[in-house]
Structures are given as C-alpha cells and as structure tokens.
C-alpha cells in the first residue's frame, strides 16, 4: 500500500489508529473518545438552546430545531410506524439520528477532520441498542412462540421451503442485520473518510515543481469530496433512524 | 522502508471490524446522555410547546370562523338596509316629483290668472281712459265748433249753443254714423 517508493504517505488502516491522550482510570482516552463526547455535548447543547426555553412564538435556533426534529418526527418515526404507536419512539429515534449525524459531521470539521462512526465501536453500540429493543419489543407483543414465528419467518403456505427459509431468516434477522446495520454506516464513513485523506494528503504531496497542476486537481477533489461527504453524512444517519424504525415496525407488526 | 514494514505489521494485527472495548463503553455513555436528555427534558419541552401553538393556532382558527359569520349576517344586515334605504329614496323621489308636478300645474294656473287679470285691469284701464278722453275731446270739439260757427255768423252762439244742446246732439249724430260705418 505505502510501499511504492516514493514516499507517499497513502492513507491506510493507520490513519484510524489514534495514540492514547490520556489515561483514565486505566482506560486509553484517545481523540475519537474526546470526539465522541463532544458530540453528546454539542447535541445536547444545541437543543437545550432550541429547546430548554421553547416558546410558542419560536426564536431562530428554536425553529431550527423543530425544524430538525419534526423531519425526524414525521419525516421517518411517523412515516414508518405511524403516529399512534411511532410516538413512543420518537425520542430514541430523535437521538439517534442527532447523535450519528454529528459524529458523521467531525469528518470535515476542522481539527477534528475525523468522523467518529468510522470507528466501528460507535455504530456497533447503536445498532446493538437498536436489536435490543427490537428482540425485547418483539418478545413483548408476540410472547416466545411468536418471537420465533416472527423472526424466522413463519409461513405455513411455503410448505416444503419452510425449514430452509426459517434457517436463513434466523440468521438473517438475528445475526446478520445487526451487523449489517452497523457496517452499513462504519463503511459508508470510513471510506469517506480515506478518500478525504487521500485527497488531501495527495494536495500537499504534489506541491512541487511540474505536479503542481495535480496538486491543484487534487484540491478541487478534495472540495468535491468534501460536499459530498457532508451529502453522505446526513445521508447515513437518517438511513440508520430509517432501518431502525423498520426494524422495530417489523416487531410491532401482527405474524402474518 | 523498516517503518513502512512496522506499519504493516501492525495493521495486520488491526481488523477495522472488531471494536475496541473503551470505545464500545464511550460509545454507549455518550449515546446515553443524549437519549436521557432528549427523552426525559428536551422532547416533553417542545412538544407541551407544539402543542400550545396548535392550540393557539386552531383557537385562532375558531375565532376567524366566528368572525367570519358575524361579519356575513351584519353584511346581510347591511344589505337589507341598503335596499330598503333605495326604495325608501325611490318612493319619496317620486313623491317630490308628483309634488313638484302638480305645485309647476298650480303656479301655472296661478299666472296664467294673473296674467288674466292684469290684461282684465289694463283694458279696463284703457277702457276708462278713451272714455275720459272721447268726453273731454267732445267738450273741446264741441267748443271749438261753437266758436268756429260764431266766428262765421258773427255772434256769440255760445250761450245759445249752451242752452240748445245742439252741438251735443250733432255730435251724437256723428258718433252714429261712426258706429254705423265701422
């Protein structure tokens, strides 16, 4: 990868590799960690500034922020689940959304430059809250008989198939969508993020005698990747609140 | 090269896939906060908020709709009033022109026997007037006649004259054939 020879210094794996700042109480507190807590910062600062005083008559942040949370309200909680039961999850959909948006948005913010659902930690802990409620929610309104009918796909009429298509839905449903969903967005971010560096780095690296016109393209890429990374980001997140009212709207769904 | 052979190394030993236990910690506390906050203190918030303004909003609404009807009677009111005031105004104009057609008729008659009256009064006038003036040219005719025929006979037929009355009777005579040839 880096071994071409002339010392470009390609991003790689290492560029998600972060040397420890700090240690506390025994755990490394590395930049993603302080990057990650800065996020639950930034939302929770911006919305109690929406929110903490709400008027009815709103301010300009306050109308920024309903404006965000009424397209996750009604543009996916509302959408999938439908007003009556989706209210319940509005909340936690809300904060998800808020909170993988951010963490995508570090990616191309100065100093930072580092979007923290690149490491797959963050998106594993989301989604693996997301399959929790799932299986717990699916356990509360179909009891354990149902559980399984619903996960494994239960359907009489599919006759000889049935066993081979309850294998695969098990799996499928209790394994692989899980890991799916976090990966969906880990990928989605973490290439992005290679291809920023890239690019960047690549800017900095032709800057010299008769490259410079590379130089120069590899600047406007970097701009290019740079809106389309802020495309990608939001992209992301409210494909993540999407699938996760899917998944649960498949829980609340009567067997079929 | 030795560097770029170390960084291989431990790249071989990183898989992007398997999380780092802290961050999976980090992660899940941070994700906590933002849940509790938005769940327990930011969302209660703005929706007793929200739905304060659809309140307001769909009061106002009522409002407008109340408005709105009142200000339909009171314009039908209007309406009415409107008409009856024209009829009211055609009524009486008509009443004012039957008025004024008959007070023209009045003052018309009016003048007209004025009119009459006057012409009554001047010919009565000039009637009286020719009479003074035939009585007064019959005594001066008369006289001048007397002195005339006393100059041709030579005497003073005045007296005479005075006591016959026949000047007074030629004169008559002359009056009746004036009469006689008009």
Request: proline content about 4%; overall charge neutral; glycine content about 6%.
């Amino acid at each position: 990868m880096s071994d071409n020879g002339c010392g470009f210094p390609a991003p790689g794996l290492h560029s998600f590799l972060f040397k420890p700042i700090a240690t506390v109480g025994g755990i490394e507190f590395n930049k993603v960690m302080l990057l990650a807590i800065i996020t639950t910062a930034v939302v929770v600062s911006f919305f109690y500034a929406a929110f903490g005083k709400a008027k009815v008559v709103p301010g300009k942040l306050q109308m920024i922020g309903e404006a965000g949370y009424d397209f996750v309200r009604r543009g996916i909680v509302y959408e999938t689940l439908g007003k009556k039961e989706g209210e319940k999850y509005v909340p936690f959909m809300v904060s998800l959304f808020f909170f993988i948006w951010v963490m995508n948005i570090w990616s191309v913010i100065p100093l930072a430059q580092f979007p923290v659902s690149s490491i797959i930690a963050y998106p594993m802990v989301l989604a693996a809250i997301v399959w929790l409620v799932w299986v717990g929610l699916t356990f509360k309104r179909h009891g354990f008989v149902g559980f399984f009918k619903n996960v494994t796909g239960y359907d009489k009429s599919l006759g000889a198939v049935l066993p081979l298509v309850m294998i695969i839905e098990f799996f499928s449903n209790l394994l692989v969508r899980p890991f799916t969903h976090a990966v969906r967005l880990f990928a989605n971010m973490f290439a992005g993020h290679l291809m920023l560096v890239m690019f960047t780095v690549a800017s900095w690296y032709l800057l010299n005698s008769w490259m410079i016109p590379a130089a120069g393209v590899s600047f406007v890429m970097t701009m290019v990747m740079i809106m389309f990374e802020l495309f990608v980001q939001a992209v992301q997140a409210y494909v993540f609140v999407l699938l996760a009212c899917s998944y649960i709207q498949g829980a609340l769904a009567e067997h079929h | 090269m030795i560097a770029n052979l170390v960084q291989l190394a431990a790249e071989e030993k990183q898989n992007p896939l398997i999380p780092p236990g802290p961050e999976l910690l980090v992660g899940t506390i941070a994700f906590a906060i933002v849940f509790f906050f938005f769940w327990k203190k930011l969302l209660p918030n703005i929706n007793k908020v929200l739905e304060e303004r659809r309140a307001a909003i769909e009061g106002g609404i009522e409002e407008a709709e109340a408005m709105k009807v009142e200000a339909q009677s009171v314009l039908e009111q209007y309406k009415a009033q409107l008409a009856e005031a024209r009829h009211e105004a055609a009524r009486l104009r008509q009443e004012a022109q039957e008025q004024g057609a008959a007070l023209i008729a009045e003052m018309r008659a009016e003048g007209q026997r004025q009119r009459e009256e006057i012409i009554a009064a001047g010919h009565a006038q000039i009637e009286a007037d020719r009479k003074a003036a035939a009585s007064a040219l019959r005594q001066d005719v008369g006289k001048l006649a007397t002195e005339l025929a006393g100059k041709l006979v030579g005497e003073s037929l005045e007296d005479h004259a005075r006591q016959s009355r026949v000047i007074d009777r030629f004169l008559d005579e002359l009056d009746q054939k004036a009469e006689a040839a008009r």
